[in-house]
């Protein structure tokens, strides 16, 4: 598909600044920020290599990536509202991560015909101060809508990010405990290793992948009969899922994206149905790997096939409703 008939509601992308906001790698571009090649040799000296391989490339990181950039990256495609979900704002003393909550809702996103419609702060409910950290994200902005805290743990431990396929069940469990609280889960529970190896060993054989599909799919059938949770069709690009594009110096085709994609996004659809799986785009993160008109063109002809009548809860009614836009 190469437009949609109405506007796209994106309930999942990163705004920041590393040159003028705490940022991982605002030490390194103060430094080495006109010189791009140093720049990227210094920020893989000073990471975890865990960190870059689930990355995949640093440049998408090291710049500035504003709501100019994301509307650059639409192309023709519309997109009335965007949700911005906490970026790893480095500033995590005291009320420090409150920050974003005011960075993100003083930029300029209405000077590309695109409203903020919410803000996914963070804030760790382990700190004393967690309640008034919440109280002061609302006052920072009437966007503020929640919260993410990161708290991946995979069995391979050079992998890195936030809750993994393989951490589903634990999903499942907070959403039996809490069904009044609606849940969504990222990037469909990120099967890491799904299309070649990460970390030490994950993914490493044709039958390793198999059996991480194999358990992807039961897990999120379980975690689908929990009526409060939903899941966003994103992200699924991430060199963490053991995509090369990167490595190959290219992005991937709309042809390629079909084919990894569809399994995955067919298997949600017949789990969580199309009232409770919406489009993200996760950018600039999944930028590495493809365009992003690309992925909008890819999933949007899957969902289609799939049921037609799918595609404006998917891609618009769906976050809508989550975020209470």
Known sequence: MQQLPF?????????WDPYNTPHAAAFAVKLFGKYPKLL?????????KDVIETIGLT???????????????????????????????????GTGVVDETRFVAGLSFDQHNIQLGDIVATADPRQKNFKQLIQLHREASPKFRGIRKMAAVHPDKGIHAWVYSSQIADVTALAKAFPDTPIVLDHLGTPAGLFGKVGKATGKTEQDRAQIFSSWQDQLAELSECRNVSTKMSGLFMPVLGHDFHQQKRLATKQELLERAAPLIQHTLDCFGSERLMFASNFPMDSVS???????????DIVQDYDENALKPVFYENAKAFYKL
């Open 59 to 93: 440049e998408h990181l090291t710049a500035p990536y504003l709501p100019a950039n994301y509307n650059k990256d639409l192309g023709h495609y519309e997109v009335e509202q965007i949700v911005h979900v906490e970026a790893s704002w480095h500033d995590q003393k």
């Open 7 to 15: 506007p796209i509601i994106d309930p999942h992308i990163h705004q």
């Open 290 to 300: 493809s365009s992003l008109m690309n992925i909008i063109d890819a999933f949007s």
């Open 40 to 48: 990227d040799k210094m920020v893989r000296l000073l990471k975890p």
